[in-house]
């Protein structure tokens, strides 16, 4: 069964920093990993999906990475505003290529 | 256009009572999940749906959870003698399930709550 961690579970910057949040997977055989946003109480929104064969995605201010080998993806924010503020989940599926398996996210909180 | 809708937004029943959660997902997606979000926690998959059958049910947590998609369309999730853990926030995603890429879209919950 795949397994995605992410690391930090919590993190707290000041306005205008550029950061990176961390996602891992055990089972290299993916088709697609995907970045969402959560805000409490709310659904989840997708922000970017990466393909097997691709090694990154950008929108805006976001652009997230993806190194299939080491079971590995990243989600850089640059310029952070505090409309960012949210929990991020990373997903990612498993060859048999429908569910997503989530991990239980990165709980970003940016200050003015 | 239209996002994927779920209703009810909040449901509270008491322990044994049975529950139907409705996702209707986005126009001419083929592909419907289920996925189940507990606090702290990631959703986790429950049941996938191509077009009216089940392709994959595996997650589902024991024979007390059914989903239906008689159409191909509209999906229900249905719970039989709820039980206090079964308190969550349901989630449902449409898809429109290419070849390569299969971004899921989510509704917003259904946060089901069991006393």
């Known amino acids: 069964k795949q397994e995605v961690t992410q690391i930090p579970a919590a993190l707290s910057v000041p306005e205008g920093e550029n950061l990176v949040l961390n996602c891992s997977f055990t089972?290299?055989?993916?088709?697609?990993l995907q970045w969402f946003r959560q805000d409490p109480g709310k659904g989840l929104t997708s922000l970017l999906l990466i393909q097997s064969s691709q090694r990154e995605q950008t929108s805006g201010r976001l652009n997230a990475s993806l190194d299939k080998s080491s079971g590995r993806s990243t989600l850089y924010i640059a310029a952070s505003q505090p409309g960012d503020s949210a929990t991020y989940l990373c997903?990612?599926?498993?060859?048999?290529?429908?569910?997503?398996?989530f991990g239980k996210g990165t709980s970003l909180l940016v200050t003015p | 256009g239209a996002g994927v809708s779920q209703t009810p937004s909040n449901k509270v029943t008491e322990k044994g009572k049975y529950v139907e959660l409705r996702c209707d997902p986005i126009?001419?997606?083929?592909?419907l999940y289920w996925y189940r979000q507990s606090l702290g926690q990631g959703p986790e998959f429950l049941i996938y749906?191509?077009?009216?059958?089940?392709?994959?049910d595996s997650g589902l947590p024991n024979d007390r959870f059914f989903a239906v998609r008689p159409e191909g369309s509209v999906s229900t999730l249905k719970i039989q003698r709820t039980e206090r853990g079964d308190s969550a926030v349901y989630l449902c995603?449409?898809?429109?399930?290419?070849?390569?890429?299969?971004?899921?879209?989510f509704g917003p919950g259904t946060r089901l709550t069991v006393l």
């Open positions: 126009s001419g997606h083929t592909a």
């Open positions: 995603a449409s898809s429109t399930r290419t070849s390569g890429t299969d971004t899921q879209y």
């Open positions: 749906f191509q077009g009216t059958g089940a392709a994959d």
């Open positions: 089972d290299s055989a993916i088709y697609n």
């Open positions: 997903a990612a599926d498993s060859n048999s290529g429908y569910a997503l398996n």
